[in-house]
């Protein structure tokens, strides 16, 4: 499998490094593919790093104002020209979505493709990794919009909150399983 994982090129502690690695080893174990913003820098490096040392492949969507933080020797690394175009490569290249711990660039990511879920123009998998409750606020929101009718489709259908790195993998290969992808949907790049 190809996953997509939106995350932090920050620096972090341990509380959100160590589940990032394990998750990341999970990956690498299995075989798959890390589809990821490219950069080598912060928790971005470390999940690139564990999946690597696990036996896992590395696809980097880089951007030009960031390509002084590329991870170098990726042989699957492209430069989008702009941030629009790196998160439609992003989805493109993935067959499932994981996000973890971020800033308001992993937000954007993450509600764009809410949005697309939302209105069917993707099926792709999307699970929410909860490291040490960092997005409790975020599904607190989320049920609320629910709640007051704001969402259009059941939030269950949507995103799905983990609050593992095994939990996430499991959910995105059951929903795969289960025809997440190949749907006729249209891909990220038709729907922009």
Known sequence: ????????????DER?????????????RGGHTLVWGG???GLMKVVADGVERAGGTLCGVSVGFLAHVARPGVA???TAGD??????????KADAIVVLVGGTGTLDEMTDLLELRRHGLTRKPLVV???AGYYDGLRSQLERMEAEGFLSVPLAE??????TG???LDHVTERLRAGGRGDGAPTVTEAV
């Open 1 to 12: 499998m190809k996953i997509c994982v939106f995350l932090s090129a920050a620096d972090l």
């Open 16 to 28: 959100y490094t160590a589940p990032a690695r394990e998750f990341a080893e999970l990956l690498g």
């Open 39 to 41: 950069s080598d820098v």
């Open 76 to 78: 699957d690394m492209v």
């Open 83 to 92: 941030l629009g175009a790196r998160k439609a490569l992003l989805l493109e």
């Open 129 to 131: 990794l909860n490291t």
């Open 158 to 163: 949507l995103v799905l909150f983990a609050e």
């Open 166 to 168: 095994r939990e996430a």
